[in-house]
């Protein structure tokens, strides 16, 4: 579960998006370039995920007294899979 990054304002706002980890990552990355301060590698981790959507046909939340109801994504919609930071988790 990390926090969402959608407009507060909208309708159908929900505050969290929920994934499931598919598998753990490390790698030593090198940073090259302008910018770069190092030399040296740096350890990064990130996960990659297979992400939930919620179902909208069900009434879920504080007043429906009630969990919303999530499902993946279909495996073969390109927003399915992703990365993420694992700072990003709740």
């Known amino acids: ?32 370039g302008e910018k770069s301060t190092s030399d040296e590698p740096y350890k ?20 429906a007294r009630r969990l919303h109801q999530i499902g993946f994504f279909d495996s073969e919609d390109e927003q399915a899979f992703g990365f993420l930071d694992p700072n990003e988790i709740i």
């Open 1 to 32: 579960m990390v926090l969402a990054h959608e407009d507060a304002s909208c309708e159908e706002y929900h505050p969290y998006w929920y994934a499931c980890v598919v598998e753990i990552f490390h790698a030593d990355v090198y940073h090259i």
């Open 44 to 63: 990064m981790d990130f996960l990659w995920v297979h992400w939930f959507s919620l179902d909208e046909s069900h009434q879920g939340g504080w007043k």
